[in-house]
T-cell receptor
Framework: GAVVSQHPSWVICKSGTSVKIECRSL??????MFWYRQFPKQSLMLMAT?????????EQGVEKDKFLINHASLTLSTLTVTSAHPEDSSFYIC??????????????FGEGSRLTVL | AQTVTQSQPEMSVQEAETVTLSCTYD???????LFWYKQPPSRQMILVIR??????QNATENRFSVNFQKAAKSFSLKISDSQLGDAAMYFC??????????FGTGTSLTVIP
């Protein structure tokens, strides 16, 4: 199976600081990576879609200046939460589409990152 | 936009018994893909089963099978011989030809020993 690694799995930061979360596809190239936010006992809320080498497409209501997404290569996407505040505390999940399995392939998910902003 | 509906927020099943989780979706597309994902307490999303809309045959993966009714836009998951490790949140997902994924609100499954 394809492996997506997300790091860090848990991060605590002070209000006003920035936090970067990395998402790597370890054994495949990802055409597209998705970033989700998940509140307790709720579904995944899509934040943005990123394609390698191009700007991310943000969902309505997601502040692109607060949640910076960079998809620098076919195996790495990063989410930076800038000037984090307690309301940004959440579980963030990345997922990836395999380049060699579109259009029928499923999403492969990272382990998720729990962000706590004090 | 496509919508995915899971009408059962919570379900429970006795160990070794069978349980069916419901999922309906709304779409105008003819080609698409459907998935069931499992999210255990570790919160790692795991693919359970996949169904291509153009296939009439229902997908099966060991103890997991689906009942895909394309005309009714229904995609239920049946778990046979339920095990304690099956306890998790289950999400139904729809993938469009445009590479967009839509998730249901999830069903929390409890397995009773």
């Amino acid at each position: 199976g394809a492996v997506v690694s997300q790091h860090p799995s848990w991060v605590i930061c002070k209000s006003g600081t920035s936090v970067k979360i990395e998402c790597r596809s370890l054994d495949f190239q990802a055409t597209t990576m998705f970033w989700y936010r998940q509140f307790p006992k709720q579904s995944l809320m899509l934040m943005a879609t990123s394609n390698e080498g191009s700007k991310a497409t943000y969902e309505q209501g997601v502040e692109k200046d607060k949640f910076l997404i960079n998809h620098a290569s076919l195996t790495l996407s990063t989410l930076t939460v800038t000037s984090a505040h307690p309301e940004d505390s959440s579980f963030y999940i990345c997922s990836a589409l395999r380049r060699d399995r579109t259009p029928t392939g499923e999403l492969f998910f990272g382990e998720g990152s729990r962000l706590t902003v004090l | 936009a496509q919508t995915v509906t899971q009408s059962q927020p919570e379900m429970s099943v006795q160990e070794a018994e069978t349980v069916t989780l419901s999922c309906t979706y709304d779409t105008s597309e003819s080609d698409y893909y459907l998935f069931w994902y499992k999210q255990p307490p570790s919160r790692q999303m795991i693919l359970v089963i996949r169904q291509e809309a153009y296939k009439q045959q229902n997908a099966t993966e060991n103890r997991f099978s689906v009942n895909f009714q394309k005309a009714a836009k229904s995609f239920s998951l049946k778990i046979s011989d339920s095990q304690l490790g099956d306890a998790a949140m289950y999400f139904c997902a729809y993938r469009s030809t445009g590479n967009q994924f839509y998730f249901g609100t999830g069903t929390s499954l409890t397995v009773i020993p």
